[in-house]
């Protein structure tokens, strides 16, 4: 079980009965381009990881990593229910690089985010301290009220990340918010359509690297508003508010 300091982390009060809207932010491939780097040195610690905790070679270690994360959304997953390995050794390992040499982020990304009005929240599958670390070296850390993140996606024995339904109601209920206040911005269309289940407004960040984006033209009826930059979605925020 993590401890509770670990499941979540406040930068910011949260105010549920605040008029304006609340945003929730994917992190990777959404608020920075993790595919310029970032994306190949947590896959290159995932495979000396499952090396080294399943002594496994590495083409066996990057098969299971590539085969847990499309059955279940996230590699930790498979690695815990298969193997039993602790999910906060995992993410450790996974994460053991210098994250703040290998961030890239679009330009006028602060300014862009202080246009959005209403509170800002991140839901990410990646781990609490990764983010805090993105965030940070970004420099927008200050948007942003909470972070939700892998850690805080456990439920009894099991984690239901990102694009799991129980997740986003779990979400909801734990932000004692209603549907109609949100809009949830994603760069995986797989991820906004159980947010739209509910009723939350959903966004598809575009990116040219995030798999499927390049195979599939066009916006499912699922999705809301398409954009490619953050600047885009605070010009087009009008549309959805």
């Not at 450790?92 to 330009?107: G, L």
């Not at 420099?139 to 972070?147: A, D, L, P, S």
């Amino acid at each position: 079980m993590w401890p509770q300091s670990l499941r979540y982390q406040n930068l910011i009060a949260l105010r549920p009965d605040h008029p304006h809207p609340i945003w929730l932010f994917d992190l990777d491939n959404t608020l920075h381009d993790a595919s310029k780097g970032i994306f190949d040195q947590i896959h290159r610690c995932m495979i000396k990881a499952i090396q080294d905790l399943l002594d496994v070679d590495a083409a066996q270690a990057d098969r299971l990593r590539v085969d847990y994360w499309r059955r279940y959304g996230a590699t930790l997953l498979g690695m815990v229910r298969h193997h039993q390995i602790c999910p906060h050794e995992f993410l450790a390992r996974a994460h053991d690089f210098d994250v703040t040499a290998y961030i890239h982020h679009e330009p006028g990304l602060d300014a862009a985010l202080a246009r959005l009005p209403g509170q800002k929240i991140i839901l990410t599958n990646a781990p609490l301290q990764y983010a805090r670390t993105v965030l940070y070296g970004v420099g927008i850390h200050r948007h942003f009220q909470k972070i939700l993140s892998i850690e805080s996606m456990q439920r009894a024995l099991y984690f239901r990340p990102k694009p799991s339904l129980a997740l986003m109601q779990q979400t909801l209920a734990r932000l004692q918010i209603h549907p109609a206040q949100c809009l949830f911005i994603d760069d995986t269309r797989i991820n906004l359509k159980s947010a739209a289940q509910l009723g939350i407004r959903t966004i598809l960040f575009a990116h040219p690297e995030t798999p499927g984006n390049r195979r599939w033209m066009g916006r499912p009826p699922y999705v809301n508003l398409s954009v490619r930059s953050i600047r885009e979605l605070s010009q087009r925020a009008h549309e959805l508010l």
